[in-house]
């Protein structure tokens, strides 16, 4: 069965610097779709940025992109100019081709300090 | 505005009491899926469905059944038979997914606690 794994319970960054949270995941399977959701207090999951496998290129929204390196398994979200707003739970997903099925990693809470 | 809209947001079970949680999406999306979600862990899946009158078991099922008669709307029944409720429950819905990124969207939850 496929696992998500994040290996950081929790983060902490100062306003307006940068910070990477690590993701990693075990699968026998070629095609697959990443993911990284935020959860702020609200509760809400909010969809943060995705990746196909099979494209190299590393996806980006805005101030948040992934670096995806498929041999190792692996998928950190990179946070560039932190706002407090970016305070959240972040999970990261993993979605094989042929399931519907998503499968989370437990989760990095953020702290952004002022 | 298109969304998902759960309800109860909060919830509260006697023992031996069935409850049920509602779901309901206006985004036309044929798969729906219900999460919980415990202090310190990511989600777990419950149930899901991709279309209407089918579902299927999801990791952690046990003690818990859903319905499908309508695309819109996924209830989910949390049963006497499920000894440890307590926790955050979470709707989503998706396009059929498939060899596809769409992503899933999510409701805003309903916290169930036992009296």
């Known amino acids: 069965a496929q696992t998500v794994t994040q290996s950081q319970p929790e983060m902490s960054v100062q306003e307006a610097e940068t910070v990477t949270l690590s993701c990693t995941y075990d699968?026998?399977?070629?095609?697959?779709?990443l993911f990284w959701y935020k959860q702020p207090p609200s509760r809400q999951m909010i969809l943060v940025i995705r990746?196909?496998?099979?494209?190299?290129q590393n996806a980006t929204e805005n101030r948040f992109s992934v670096n995806f390196q498929k041999a190792a398994k692996s998928f950190s979200l990179k946070i560039s100019d932190s706002q407090l707003g970016d305070a959240a739970m972040y999970f990261c997903?993993?979605?094989?081709?042929?399931?519907?099925?998503?499968?989370f990693g437990k989760g990095t809470k953020l702290t952004v300090n002022p | 505005d298109g969304g998902i809209t759960q309800s109860p947001k909060y919830l509260f079970r006697k023992e031996g009491q069935n409850v049920t949680l509602s779901c309901e999406q206006n985004?036309?999306?044929?798969?729906m899926y219900w999460y919980r979600q415990d202090p310190g862990q990511g989600l777990r899946l419950i149930y899901y469905?991709?279309?209407?009158?089918?579902?299927q078991k999801g990791d952690i099922a046990e003690g818990y059944s859903v319905s499908r008669e309508k695309k819109e709307s996924f209830p989910l029944t949390v049963t006497s038979a499920q000894k440890n409720p307590t926790a955050f429950y979470l709707c989503?819905?998706?396009?059929?997914?498939?060899?596809?990124?769409?992503?899933?969207?999510f409701g805003d939850g309903t916290r169930l606690s036992i009296l």
């Open positions: 989503a819905s998706s396009p059929r997914q498939g060899p596809s990124n769409q992503p899933q969207h």
């Open positions: 699968t026998s399977e070629s095609d697959y779709y």
């Open positions: 990746q196909e496998a099979y494209k190299q």
């Open positions: 997903a993993y979605r094989s081709s042929r399931s519907e099925k998503l499968v």
């Open positions: 985004l036309n999306h044929d798969a």
């Open positions: 469905s991709q279309i209407v009158n089918d579902f």
